[in-house]
């Protein structure tokens, strides 16, 4: 059963790089797509962006210029960079296993999310 | 981009109710509509994927259905621990778009 678990600073200045890392445990990386999610306090859900194991990836359009995810098979973690964050950043950041059957995607399993708030 | 649209916001319903949450998108996505349950604190979980096809472990009164721009999630015999926020999600292009949620009171 794969979990994962985000980590990474919970406070980051105004127009600094946002960064975060997710581990996966109890299964394989190498299999699947791996993708950021985040949601706002009080709003719903946005997605930032995947990446496959071999390291090709898709991003969200409206954040694209800004958005970075890498992975690194051999320590099984993927990772989220955002830079020149502002305070509409500020939201809960989920990772997320993005499995797929044909053509068909969904989300599943998710990580416990983590808190990343944009202020001086 | 493939905007996602659901209604009602929010709905009150009393145990062993059926209640309907619905979903449209802004285009034809055919099947590639996934539903979530969100509960205060906790990340989303996966109820049904591909439309219709119910994820392992969710209990069968969950029930989705729909195609093209049209979709509906079903939860039949309503139960206290439904008390969550509902999420649609389009997978059928990037970037992949959720439904603004639904949050479901048990009276």
């Known amino acids: 059963q794969v979990q994962l678990q985000e980590s990474g600073p919970g406070l980051v200045k105004p127009s600094e790089t946002l960064s975060l890392t997710c581990t996966v445990s109890g299964g394989s990386i190498s299999s699947y797509y791996w993708s950021w999610i985040r949601q706002p306090p009080g709003k719903g859900l946005e997605w930032i962006g995947n990446?496959?194991?071999?390291?090709?990836?898709n991003y969200n359009l409206s954040l694209k210029s800004r958005v970075t995810i890498s992975i690194d098979t051999s320590k099984k973690q993927f990772s989220l960079k955002l830079s020149s964050v502002t305070a509409a950043d500020t939201a809960v950041y989920y990772c997320a296993e993005t499995k797929y059957s044909g053509s068909y995607y969904w989300f599943d399993p998710w990580g416990q999310g983590t808190l990343v708030t944009v202020s001086t | 981009d493939i905007q996602m649209t659901q209604s009602p916001s929010s709905l009150s319903a009393s145990v062993g109710d059926r209640v309907t949450i619905t979903c449209r998108s802004s285009?034809?996505?055919?099947?590639?509509l996934n539903w979530y349950q969100q509960k205060p604190g906790k990340a989303p979980n996966l109820l049904i994927y591909a439309a219709s096809s119910l994820q392992s472990g969710v209990p069968s009164r969950f029930g989705g259905s729909g195609s093209g721009t049209y979709f509906t999630l079903t939860i039949s015999g309503l139960q206290p621990e439904d008390s969550a926020t509902y999420y649609c999600q389009q997978s059928y292009s990037t970037p992949y778009s959720f439904g603004q949620g639904t949050k479901l009171e048990i009276k």
């Open positions: 285009q034809n996505i055919k099947s590639y």
């Open positions: 990446i496959y194991h071999s390291g090709s990836t």
